[in-house]
């Protein structure tokens, strides 16, 4: 630990100590999702089962609502249900990070967690920071308690990439497969597009670029948060793409995050599938997946978007903004991966109430949270919270409808499902996540509703609607 590392982390404690009441005030935080203390809060990083918890390390910018520059925070549970928030574990502080420590993963072995990181610095003078300007460092932090940091050094450095490529290249992925380590790198070339670099190491810390993962034709500028893994079988390269254009209902976000199967070895020989969509949402990005104790594979995004044209009001009036999705148990159907949300939350469910619907609105009074579980029946469905927001499903085509007053620049999204044969939404004080026939589809949003205490459903179908009470979160005192 040197000394800015202290100072700075005392800063942290500080700003957060400061800006608690004003944070805990509003009635917009959310009841079963993590959040930041205080501040900005986006990529998931480091996630993982280690020593009794799961551990979500997090971007966070404790100074700034609107981003500033990134830490890690970091949460730690042992059941996914109460939160317990841990000093921060990685601060700018080193010449290698002075501007963010950014995104990155986290590898246990040996009696300690190893955390893999981008170090970012931006240089002083008149650059374009894509090629030239901008260091991008891929750095080691080594931890024995799971809290505090041991050691951190330098792995890889600009010169260390292939010679085609920008200065973008981060966010690494590792992990361990036939007694060797592997980790995937988004990047950026030179002629802006994006790529993933495979490298290969027998002790952790020395590395070799083995392979780079690319379409026959470029998709995007950048592919940033790559995720290489096998579920059930099937081994999926998950990316977030930036610079897809729109096409019809695809790729309808600033930036879109989704997968492509794998087929063949990431090492060598490989043929991606089609790239498919994990969430067709307002705010979902930067997926990271990690393997709990019990073999299932689990997935939490950034309930976010960057560069996106629509706000969050929690920013200006309360001083924090973003969240994550709920932890997803994911699944290889054949044809694409299924998400719902873990069993854990069960456990907040309350106040059961079991109806059917026969073609008239049945209207229910929701409280804070709410999951509900529909089987839909009919040709047509509507789902209505209060009324600003709305899930219509008509003519093979479900639409997110967000009202001016609730959506804050949102409007609306849509999912092609040529037959709805369920669907699962999780309503938070200000978030949606609607699963899609088993999980096949998911749509993500933030929204600020003035009201949204109603359910009202039309339609030939049935519900499950249970309340749902918060999860615990213990923040530093």
Partial sequence: MNALYRDLNRLVRRIEAEDRAKVDADPRRLRFHLMPPVGWMNDPNGLCWYKGNYHVFYQYGPFDPDGGVKFWGHWTSPDMLHWTQQPVPLCPDQQWNLHGVYSGSALVEDDALYLYYTGSVKFAGDYDFINNGRASSTALAVTTDGIHVDSNQVLLENKDYPADLSCHVRDPKVWKQDGR????????????????????????????????????????????????????????????????????????????????????????????????????????????????????????????????????????????????????????????????????????????????????????????GADIQITNEGKELRVAFGEDAAVVWTDGLLTLSLGERCGYGRTTRVAEVEKLVDMRILMDTSSLEIFINGGEQVMTTRFYPKQADSLTLEGVCKAEVYDMDAIQLDYMK
């Fill in 181 to 368: 380590y592997y980790m995937v790198l988004g990047a950026r070339t030179k002629d802006s597009v994006g790529e993933v670099l495979v490298y290969e190491s027998q002790d952790k810390l020395n590395w070799t670029h083995i392979n780079t993962i690319k379409t026959p034709e470029p998709f995007g500028y950048m592919w940033e948060c790559p995720d290489l893994f096998c579920v059930d079988g099937q081994y999926i390269l998950s990316v977030s793409p930036q610079g897809v254009s729109r096409q019809g209902n695809r790729y309808q976000n600033i930036y879109t995050c989704g997968y492509f199967p794998l087929y063949g070895d990431f090492r060598g020989e490989y043929t991606l599938g089609d790239y498919i969509e994990s969430d067709v949402g307002f705010d979902y990005y930067a997926p990271q997946s990690f393997e709990a104790p019990d073999g299932r594979r689990i997935v939490i995004g950034w309930m976010g978007m960057p560069d996106a044209d629509y706000t969050n009001p929690t920013a200006a009036e309360n001083g924090w903004q973003h969240g994550m999705s709920v932890p997803r148990e994911i699944h290889w159907n054949g044809t694409r991966i299924t998400a719902l949300p873990v069993q854990e939350l069960d456990a907040l469910h309350t106040n059961h109430r079991s109806f059917s619907v026969e073609g008239t609105a049945v209207k229910l009074e929701l409280d804070n």
